[in-house]
């Protein structure tokens, strides 16, 4: 009844998300390890008939020294060191040669691409990657980006089933199979154990996206022109001149109307010849400056009234906006993963002072923001149109807290190292397939080796990971254990096999498929891995069928979430950039969802075998 009553609470806390979901996975871990201790103490007054311990506390915190914890950390690692050599940027300049503007050639190029590149590092890192190569392929082309951007994703989970390390979740996969499974089949996971089948989903996936998926897919954004008119700046920007008998003489433009109600800001200042961005917040106004105002219309007659400014109306003319985005430097910034900002807004994160930019307008799926978007919360996928210097935007693309929607020129590509790099991960790969090394000693080396052949910095390997996913798996794999051992895992496996006098294997197979899928798409991946696994394993056991084939149904429906851009992490990086709305993840993705539940279904008998 406690290990129910926390996957239940979990689920709650997983689907609303009061508290980012690392947070509760460790609220989870402390539960258990509380669980104890607690009932000992209820024991002692007669509450409780006896104490119970569900799990010790070096199995509670096992998760951390857990091999497919320290594989997730090393991949992040290795794939950071891939990025850095720039080879998949100099990868993005081809195609777009290749392509030139041929939607279905982007399309395909796209998939072909970012599907083996998935295989190789962690699917997540490259679709963070290619994400600024594909909306740059998209501008290049005349095509619009929500065409490319969801194909992006999807196939980005199709790739992260070809291998082992495609995905954590094939690797915390891995780890409870070998855990929880029956002594006499327990293992690992082999590096390539997932090919066959996946190779067969992704060409399946790939034929589905370059024509249904085509048709399905709505271009929510029109081919790029310029970024004033895509967020429909228009009627948010204008300049104004500060008249000699203007109240805002002789103040500090970053304290400027900052006690006033109106939702403004100064987001450029010119002054004679010269033309100022951020950082201009220490500058003193001076009557005649000329500044450039993110707010409406209807707030703009008030504050040339109350402030003492005059609208300098032909600087909003069409002509004018045209020219915008490369007047005043405009790029889209992505809210990344595992990003500080997460959970805090533009005001509460200091954004203009930290970073020495202006947000103009924020974009959340198909939703744009323009005003009083301060306070709001920033999360994962948030897309911020952002005005600021050159330098400032180099320095917001090298940050790991956001995704710049935009390839720019950059020199710190380390690229006489590319061959390095490459040559490193091949040999983990090839270390661990071949059984030479434990993935997680290859894995550990290769991010090591990143480091000792200077692909990466050595301060450089704590920023590429991604510690929100780390502390996730360290704070559910506890869950897995506590359901074994408390037989809650056995209690649900019970329930299941009870059908199976009228459901034949396969079908209680295919649901595990089907229930896996969507309980990924409204929680953690990782967290729906852990929460059916044990349970699949034990109906494996009660009807005498192939362990394997169950965890593997199990593992493939936790990589593949297409229906909610919740679902998976891919999902949300591209619903702001995309302009999507949460329908269309539901429209595209359940028609190949049901595909691959099918696919899925037959092919796993075929390459795994469904009786012992």
């Not at 065409?147 to 891995?174: C, D, H, Q, R, V």
């Not at 998926?213 to 300049?239: H, K, N, S, V």
């Not at 430097?329 to 990003?339: H, K």
């Not at 991960?425 to 090839?430: D, R, T």
Request: glycine share 8%.
């Amino acid at each position: 009844m406690f290990v129910f009553a926390v996957i239940l609470a979990a689920l709650v806390l997983f689907v609303t998300e009061p508290v980012p979901v690392d947070i509760t996975a460790i609220g989870i871990l402390v539960a258990l390890l509380l669980s104890g201790p607690a009932s000992l103490a209820l024991a002692n007054v007669g509450l409780l008939a006896e104490p119970f311990e569900l799990v010790s506390v070096e199995e509670g915190l096992s998760g951390f020294a857990n091999p497919a914890t320290l594989t997730v950390l090393a991949m992040f690692v290795l794939s950071e060191g891939v990025r850095m050599t720039g080879i998949v940027q100099r990868l993005g300049a081809f195609i777009a040669r290749l392509t030139k503007g041929d939607e279905t050639k982007q399309l395909g190029a796209t998939i072909g691409v970012v599907g083996p590149i998935s295989g190789l590092i962690n699917n997540t890192a490259a679709v963070a990657i290619l994400l600024p190569m594909v909306i740059d392929l998209a501008e290049r082309g005349k095509t619009s980006p929500s065409k490319l951007l969801l194909p992006l994703s999807y196939a980005s989970m199709f790739g992260g089933t070809l291998t082992l390390i495609g995905t954590s979740t094939n690797i915390l996969a891995s780890d409870l199979y070998a855990t929880l499974a029956p002594a006499d089949v327990a293992r690992q996971f082999r590096m390539f154990e997932f090919l066959p089948l996946g190779a067969v989903l992704l060409v399946v996936g790939s034929i589905y996206l370059l024509t249904v998926g085509r048709w399905l897919t709505p271009a929510r954004i029109a081919p790029r022109a310029d970024l004033t008119e895509e967020f429909q700046m228009a009627d948010y920007l204008t300049e104004v001149v500060v008249r000699e008998d203007s109240p805002l003489v002789g103040q500090r433009v970053e304290t400027a109307l900052s006690e006033t109600e109106f939702d403004v800001d100064l987001v450029q200042l010119v002054r004679g010849n010269r033309t100022f961005l951020e950082p201009f917040g220490q500058k003193e106004i001076r009557a005649g400056d000329v500044f450039a105002v993110r707010t409406d219309r209807a707030t703009l007659v008030d504050l040339l009234d109350v402030e003492g400014l005059d609208l300098i109306p032909e600087v909003v003319d069409e002509a004018e906006l045209e020219a915008a985005e490369e007047a005043q430097n405009l790029v889209e910034v992505v809210v990344a993963p595992g990003s500080s900002l997460v959970g805090e807004s533009l005001a509460s994160a200091s954004f203009r002072q930290r970073y020495d930019a202006t947000v103009l307008a924020l974009r959340r799926g198909g939703e744009l923001v323009r005003q009083r978007m301060d306070h709001i919360p920033l999360r994962v996928g948030d897309t911020l149109l952002v005005q600021a210097s050159e330098p400032s935007i180099e320095r917001l693309d090298a940050n790991r807290n956001f995704i710049l929607a935009r390839e720019i020129e950059t020199h710190d590509y380390r690229r006489s190292r590319t061959v390095v790099a490459a040559g490193i991960v091949a040999l983990v790969i090839g270390l661990a397939a071949a059984n030479v090394l434990p993935i997680v000693v290859s894995a550990l080396a290769g991010a090591l080796a990143m480091v000792l052949t200077g692909c990466l910095k050595p301060g450089e390997v704590y920023e590429a990971v991604e510690w929100d996913v780390v502390f996730l798996l360290a704070g559910v794999i506890p869950l897995g254990i506590a359901m074994q051992t408390s037989g809650t895992a056995g209690l649900l496996a019970d329930a299941i096999v009870a059908s199976a006098d009228v459901l034949p294997p396969l079908v209680l197979l295919g649901s595990f498929y089907v229930v896996t899928a969507l309980l990924t798409n409204v929680i953690s991946n990782n967290a729906s891995v852990v929460l059916m696994i044990p349970v699949a394993l034990q109906v494996a056991a009660t009807l005498g069928a192939n362990p394997l084939a169950f965890a593997m149904a199990v593992t493939f429906a936790a990589s593949t979430a297409f229906m909610t851009p919740v679902g998976y992490q891919t999902n949300l990086f591209v619903y702001g950039p995309g302009g999507y709305r949460f329908t269309d993840y539901v429209r595209v993705g359940a028609p190949l969802q049901a595909l691959f539940a099918v696919v899925t279904t037959l092919g796993i008998p075929v390459v795994f075998g469904l009786g012992l």
